[in-house]
């Protein structure tokens, strides 16, 4: 586990949201209301105004892969207008950065 040191609150409390503005889900194998899945999440892409996240959810008895996704996010202020990073919170831009990375 990566503790990033930014939480959505964070976010709001500095000025900025992180709306979703795509989806993209393959579903593999079905899975039960009792079932465990774990879900891994990863910075997939960074470039400054917009961040992919990718997650891989396992079944966690099996180990099994039940489905991949994808989620698009950008950045906004309070008026909804885009934000830049690097030249408005520079300290997330870079954690975002080394994230990719990883």
């Known amino acids: ?3 990033f040191g930014y939480n959505y609150k964070r976010l709001e409390d ?4 992180s709306p979703v503005i795509g989806i ?5 194998v ?7 899945v774990e879900i891994d ?4 892409e960074f470039k400054g105004v917009r961040l992919i996240f990718e997650y891989i959810m396992k079944n966690v008895e099996t180990g099994e892969v039940v489905a991949t996704a994808l989620s698009k996010h950008c950045f906004l ?6 934000i830049i990073l ?3 919170f520079p300290e997330l831009d870079e954690k975002l ?3 990719v990375k990883i």
């Open 24 to 28: 993209e889900c393959e579903y593999k």
């Open 97 to 99: 950065k080394k994230l």
């Open 14 to 17: 500095e000025g900025v949201v």
């Open 1 to 3: 586990m990566i503790k």
């Open 30 to 36: 079905s899975t039960r209301f009792e079932d465990y």
């Open 86 to 88: 690097k030249r408005d």
């Open 41 to 44: 999440v990863k910075v997939k």
């Open 77 to 82: 202020n309070n008026e909804n207008r885009p």
